[in-house]
């Protein structure tokens, strides 16, 4: 008898050729916690916008309705995506009662043979890459479906000129996951995308207005751009993603600041006076980030003044 690590069985999933689902029934509603990159393939949807996604707002089914153990679900119309994949549900326990999760895999039809498919193993290769190849063509980062760094610069210059001819401030928070290579070197690099997938969920979650931008800028960095906002509002919201990034409770054994991964922030505001002098507002925002972390975190929000963070 030997025990497997969650870190194991994780990557073992992801590297599955079956689609897979894990969904939390416990959750009010019912919400998808996990997804491989076999389900990703296949189904269109990047693990970054289904992971919290409402289970049964994609099966179209009544919440608790599963009663013959499968269902129908409505994939994304991008490229190499099937219309519907059809899974076998099985409940999972964390303890004696009544099932925490189910574990959703995808159906095969009755005439297709169980042994192994190199077709099939060859077609979601090619559909992975065929994937990545759009998300770099769109301007996605690869891993979490955000937001690239290119994609980023260009969005930012436009809403720039948007700020400046509207004579609206323009608000940037960065994020640095702390201790993330330590991550990587402990867990691998399957489980480091896992945790950059959550946490770009957690900050795209945690947004308010349907024009701020979130994107991942650096290895272990992401960045949300606010058309409009002051320091403090800026500050809050910077404050409060930390909070969710924290709540997400991802082990983190090595890291210096905590048991579970954490995000240091910092926050850059351009008033309207200043918009003219274009300054870089990630590296002004990288500024308070590093001196809140030489700070032990603490932002003298209170004593910046001039309108530049």
């Given at each position: 008898?030997?025990?497997?690590?969650?870190?194991?069985i994780?990557?073992?999933?992801?590297?599955?050729?079956?689609?897979?689902?894990?969904?939390?029934?416990?959750?009010?509603?019912?919400?998808?916690?996990?997804?491989?990159?076999?389900f990703?393939?296949?189904?269109?949807?990047?693990?970054?916008?289904?992971?919290?996604?409402?289970?049964?707002?994609?099966?179209?089914?009544?919440?608790?309705?599963?009663?013959?153990?499968?269902?129908?679900?409505?994939?994304h119309?991008?490229?190499?995506?099937?219309?519907?994949?059809?899974?076998?549900?099985?409940?999972?326990?964390?303890?004696?009662?009544?099932?925490?999760?189910?574990?959703?895999?995808?159906?095969?039809?009755?005439?297709?043979?169980?042994?192994?498919?190199p077709?099939r193993?060859?077609?979601i290769?090619?559909?992975?890459?065929?994937?990545?190849?759009?998300?770099?063509?769109?301007?996605?980062d690869?891993?979490?479906g955000v937001?690239?760094r290119?994609?980023?610069?260009?969005?930012?210059?436009?809403?720039?000129?948007?700020?400046?001819?509207?004579?609206?401030?323009?608000?940037?928070?960065?994020f640095?996951?702390?201790?993330?290579?330590?991550?990587c070197?402990?867990?691998?690099?399957?489980?480091?995308?896992?945790?950059?997938?959550?946490?770009?969920?957690?900050?795209?979650?945690?947004?308010?207005?349907?024009?701020?931008?979130?994107?991942?800028?650096?290895?272990?960095?992401?960045?949300?751009?606010?058309?409009?906002g002051?320091?403090?509002?800026?500050?809050?919201?910077?404050?409060?993603?930390?909070?969710k990034?924290?709540?997400?409770a991802?082990?983190?054994?090595?890291?210096?600041?905590?048991?579970?991964?954490?995000a240091?922030?910092?926050?850059?505001?351009?008033?309207?006076d200043?918009?003219?002098?274009?300054?870089?507002?990630?590296?002004?925002?990288?500024?308070?980030l590093q001196?809140?972390?030489?700070?032990?975190?603490?932002?003298?929000?209170?004593?910046k003044?001039?309108?530049?963070?």
């Amino acid at each position: 008898m030997f025990n497997l690590s969650k870190n194991i069985i994780k990557q073992a999933l992801d590297l599955s050729p079956v689609a897979t689902l894990i969904v939390d029934l416990n959750a009010a509603p019912q919400t998808i916690q996990y997804a491989n990159q076999a389900f990703e393939a296949l189904s269109g949807y990047d693990a970054g916008e289904i992971v919290g996604r409402h289970w049964d707002g994609l099966t179209g089914a009544a919440e608790g309705d599963h009663a013959n153990r499968e269902i129908e679900l409505s994939c994304h119309p991008r490229l190499g995506a099937a219309d519907t994949l059809r899974f076998e549900l099985y409940p999972l326990y964390d303890g004696p009662g009544t099932a925490r999760y189910w574990l959703a895999t995808e159906q095969k039809p009755v005439e297709q043979d169980d042994s192994a498919d190199p077709e099939r193993d060859t077609l979601i290769a090619v559909l992975r890459e065929a994937r990545n190849h759009l998300r770099r063509a769109d301007g996605r980062d690869s891993t979490t479906g955000v937001l690239n760094r290119r994609a980023f610069d260009d969005l930012m210059h436009r809403d720039w000129v948007l700020a400046r001819r509207e004579q609206r401030p323009l608000a940037l928070m960065v994020f640095q996951l702390d201790s993330f290579d330590a991550y990587c070197d402990v867990f691998g690099r399957h489980a480091a995308d896992a945790c950059l997938r959550k946490v770009a969920h957690a900050i795209t979650g945690s947004l308010r207005r349907a024009g701020d931008l979130t994107a991942r800028y650096a290895d272990d960095r992401f960045a949300v751009l606010m058309g409009q906002g002051n320091v403090s509002q800026a500050a809050e919201l910077a404050a409060q993603i930390a909070d969710k990034v924290r709540e997400l409770a991802i082990h983190h054994p090595r890291s210096r600041e905590d048991r579970f991964v954490t995000a240091s922030w910092g926050v850059a505001v351009i008033d309207a006076d200043r918009l003219h002098t274009q300054p870089d507002l990630i590296d002004l925002a990288e500024v308070d980030l590093q001196e809140a972390r030489r700070n032990g975190g603490r932002h003298s929000i209170a004593d910046k003044s001039s309108g530049i963070v």
